[in-house]
């Protein structure tokens, strides 16, 4: 599999996903597109100069046009807007679904053969549209979701327990949004079970400031987070260019497994160079089944309303 990667949407997190990117020499090229042709030719070019600090061979450039974006492996999208307080959750959709709409047209178009990593809010929504909108096979349109959710709830855990940073391992299913399903059962310290390291009551706490942990950041910079997004991508696509096969939950299309159809939620995949290699089904008990039900639910919500305004 080749080596260049485009991100479209040149803002805080594409421009972290790349500059982690280069940095870590993941791949050979990097496209940036914005809306905004200076803002990726500026982006790139601070970029491109630490690549130097680093010994890659990393390139990193502009696109001025979508055209300028052609024949890569993987293409990120972050393009979108954030929603605004005069905004209802249907005028948010419907601006980033248009966006959306024009990005993987020009994606279809230009990079026929690539893999899309939706990045782009909100998540599991948007990447059910790219879906729609490519008619591609459902392993190569997928959603970055548990990785940032997963990064965010290894973070809960280690200030609780203080201990195992590097070794802890952690599992969040479900839609990336209020109905995320943090899964401390099955998430582990130096392969130690988080539920016999810690109580009850404890893990209710790692649960709560997982599910807070994008707002709490904005409470305190007022935007959104960037730096753990960046990271999630680049761990992603750098699973996908390397054949890796990473076990990391991501939004995907199910088609009957957990006994849904149609539908793109987080769920644990195995990734590697065609993307998706391989979904990961969990036997889920009652609780987390109702849990997993309401996160369908949410998203679906979201679907019902880009079809009413006959968006699809």
Not at 23 to 37: A, F, K, N, R
Not at 46 to 67: L, R
Not at 117 to 132: E, F, I, K
């Amino acid at each position: 599999m080749g080596r260049k990667v485009g991100i479209v949407g040149s803002g805080f997190v594409g421009a972290t996903a790349a500059y982690t990117l280069s940095l870590l020499g993941t791949c050979h090229e990097i496209v940036l597109y914005d809306i905004v042709p200076e803002v990726a030719k500026g982006k790139a070019i601070d970029i491109g100069h630490s690549t130097c600090c680093f010994g890659h061979n990393t390139t990193v450039s502009a696109a001025e046009t979508p055209e300028q974006m052609q024949d890569c492996d993987i293409v990120v999208v972050t393009a979108g807007v954030p929603r605004r307080g005069e905004m209802t959750r249907a005028d948010l959709l419907m601006i980033n679904a248009k966006i959306m709409k024009q990005v993987i047209r020009d994606i279809k178009k230009y990079s026929p053969n690539a893999i899309v990593l939706v990045v782009s809010n909100p998540l599991d929504v948007m990447t059910y549209m790219a879906l729609q909108e490519t008619g591609w096979e459902r392993h190569r349109v997928l959603g970055m979701a548990g990785a940032l959710d997963g990064s965010r709830m290894a973070y809960q855990i280690h200030q609780k327990v203080g201990y195992g940073a590097g070794q802890t391992r952690a599992m969040v299913i479900g839609e990336h949004g209020q109905h995320m399903i943090p899964y401390p059962e099955i998430s582990a310290v130096g392969g130690v079970p988080l539920d016999q390291i810690v109580d009850r009551e404890t893990m209710d706490q790692i649960i709560e400031g997982t599910k807070d942990g994008g707002a709490e950041i904005v409470r305190y910079l007022g935007t959104s987070a960037y730096y753990a997004p960046g990271c999630a991508i680049a761990v992603m696509v750098g699973a996908m260019l390397d054949d890796s096969r990473i076990v990391t939950p991501s939004s995907v299309m199910l088609e009957g497994e957990y006994g849904y159809h149609g539908i793109t939620v987080g769920v644990p995949v195995v990734l590697g160079s065609r993307g998706i290699e391989q979904i990961i089904e969990l036997e889920l008990n009652d609780e987390l089944q109702k849990k997993f039900k309401a996160s369908v639910a949410s998203i679906q919500e979201g679907v019902d309303i880009l079809q009413e305004q006959g968006f699809f």
